[in-house]
């Protein structure tokens, strides 16, 4: 993978995980997500180096997140304050919302 790319890779595990986009030098941005069994998947941070703010990763984190979302029919709780506010942003998401 190109670092300039800023692709998008999500990592599960049996309680949680993350969507990540590695921008090389060891950098990451980051989304992180908890699910207790069926129930929504709580987002709790998102994060981005501020070496690399402004550039739109973090736009492109959320957008992932919904994509599957829609495509695997999960709703998502968003404890992280950007990801709450990039809801509000966009009222088309709000039939996700858990």
Known sequence: MSDASHEVQR???PNGGRYVVRLGGG???ELSYQR???GPLIVTHTGVPPAFEGQGIAARL???LIADARAQGFRITPLC????????RHPEWRDLLA
């Open 62 to 64: 959320v957008d992932a």
């Open 27 to 29: 950098a990451e941005a």
């Open 81 to 88: 304050s950007y990801v709450a506010a990039q809801f509000r």
């Open 11 to 13: 990592e599960d595990g």
């Open 36 to 38: 207790r069994g069926d």
